[in-house]
């Protein structure tokens, strides 16, 4: 599995958990409305070095040589909102945003503690409290809550390689 892959497979099941856009942070497009959530990756490849398991394994294009390891990562996660009128009455982005941290906070708690995907497993490892990370503007306060996680995941790499298919023949090289 690839970082890409285990971020997105977390972003996807937290935005279909709390009901709005969960976006990456510092895109050069708008933000969306609020409520919305914004996320980075903090640190996409954790390690201690290990050796891992080095692998041949014959695929349909030739042979690969897979290394495999666990590793960690940290992704960071911030909840967005503003007070301001809604048809259904008016909104304290506050609350709005509190609401919506312990709530993502609650799904890696419990439902998103493993995720399964067709790449391997995510298993969150930590989970950071929730705290105030709201930011001033010059009229409106855009209040902001948020939290880290730390998660594990099998890393594999691989390359293609060659193989002696029997060994002593020089005519027995294949890819």
């Known amino acids: 599995m690839t970082i890409a892959q285990a971020r997105n497979a977390i972003w996807e099941r937290l ?5 709005c ?15 919305y959530c914004y996320y980075s990756v903090l640190a996409p490849r954790i390690t201690n070095h290990a050796f891992g398991l080095t ?9 690969v040589r897979r290394r495999s390891e666990p590793v960690s990562a940290t992704m960071s996660f911030t909840f967005c ?3 301001r009128d809604a048809p259904g009455g008016y909104i304290h982005g506050e609350d709005e945003a509190l609401e ?4 993502a906070h609650g799904f890696f708690l419990l439902n998103g503690h493993n995720i399964v995907t067709e790449y391997g497993d995510i298993v969150i490892q930590n ?3 929730v705290t105030n990370r709201s930011g001033f ?7 902001r809550y948020g939290f880290d996680i730390r998660f594990g995941y099998i890393r ?5 390689t060659e193989t002696i298919q029997n060994p002593g023949n020089p005519q027995g090289f294949y890819k």
């Open 15 to 19: 935005k279909e958990h709390i009901g």
């Open 21 to 35: 856009p969960v976006v990456l942070a510092d895109e050069n497009q708008p933000m969306p409305e609020p409520p």
């Open 55 to 63: 692998e041949l394994v014959e695929t349909p294009e030739g042979f």
């Open 81 to 83: 909102s503003v007070s």
């Open 100 to 103: 919506l941290a312990e709530k």
């Open 127 to 129: 989970i950071g409290g």
């Open 137 to 143: 503007l010059v009229t409106d306060t855009v209040r």
């Open 156 to 160: 594999a790499d691989e390359m293609p």
